[in-house]
């Protein structure tokens, strides 16, 4: 099991930026797969970006080019930059890890999307974004 721990939300205006970080401990190995999901109000939860390496990462469609993750092996945080954020990105975001077994989807967003009972998640940060 992976314990993690999300941190950097906040409230900012339309068009500004956030940088989220998600540092993992527990039962961390290279055959972990990491990534950010989010709820907004009224809404249900979806999966904004995962990456499994550097040559396994995917996005949601709503944030392309204004999002990015990445990781830093050297200390186990997952990073989500968040970029030209609009009123719609608002939400608790939540970071979530499975062990790349558990996964039977090429793209691995929609792979940890679809086993969400067997993620592990952290305990969400808020993002607010007014317009």
């Known amino acids: 099991q992976v314990q993690l721990r999300e941190s950097g939300g906040g409230s900012v205006e339309s068009g500004g930026s956030l940088r989220l970080s998600c540092s993992a401990s527990g039962s961390i190995s290279s055959r972990v797969c990491m990534g950010w999901f989010r709820q907004g109000p009224g809404k249900q939860r979806e999966g904004v970006a995962a990456?499994?390496?550097?040559?396994?990462?995917s996005y949601a469609d709503s944030v392309k080019g204004r999002f990015t993750i990445s990781e830093d092996n050297s200390d186990n945080t997952l990073y989500l930059q968040m970029n030209a954020l609009k009123p719609d990105d608002t939400g608790m975001y939540y970071c979530?890890?499975?062990?790349?077994?558990?996964?039977?989807?090429?793209?691995?967003?929609?792979?940890?999307?679809?086993?969400?009972?067997?993620?592990?998640w952290g305990q969400g940060t808020q993002v607010t974004v007014s317009s």
């Open positions: 979530a890890a499975v062990s790349r077994d558990a996964l039977f989807l090429d793209d691995v967003l929609l792979a940890m999307t679809t086993v969400q009972a067997l993620l592990d």
């Open positions: 990456m499994c390496s550097v040559h396994s990462i």
